[in-house]
Nanobody, 124 residues
Framework: QVKLVESGGESVQAGGTLKLSCTAS?????MAWFRQVPGKEREGVAG???????RYADSVKGRFTISRNNAQTTLDLQMNSLKPEDTAVYYC?????????????????????WGQGTQVTVSS
């Protein structure tokens, strides 16, 4: 089992920036960020696989950037131009799959390791 620890969540004003980080206890080729608000399903935000292929939810394209260190143990999410609707608990996820199909990259069922989550609150 891989342990994932998120950090960086905090309260910011709309239009602001925030960077989330996730540290994995060991290398995982495919990793992703998800978010969830109370009463709603967990939503895929951004993912990256072993080839370095990235996928983003339409709602964050052009504003969020996912990146990872070469050792595939640290995953970051740079969030710019934040909006109140970005408010959520953000989760880091990982799996041993190397080539993640694009259609599965933002699906929660594609990942088998999850962090505890970090709260992001964007106020207007």
């Amino acid at each position: 089992q891989v342990k994932l620890v998120e950090s960086g969540g905090e309260s910011v004003q709309a239009g602001g920036t925030l960077k989330l980080s996730c540290t994995a206890s060991r290398q995982r080729p495919s990793m992703a960020w998800f978010r969830q608000v109370p009463g709603k399903e967990r939503e895929g935000v951004a993912g990256i696989d072993g080839r370095g292929f990235r996928r983003y939810a339409d709602s964050v394209k052009g504003r969020f950037t996912i990146s990872r260190n070469n050792a595939q143990t640290t995953l970051d999410l740079q969030m710019n131009s934040l909006k109140p609707e970005d408010t959520a608990v953000y989760y880091c996820a990982a799996t041993g799959v190397f080539e993640m199909p694009a259609t599965q990259a933002l699906a929660p069922d594609s990942y088998n390791s999850w962090g505890q989550g970090t709260q992001v609150t964007v106020s207007s």
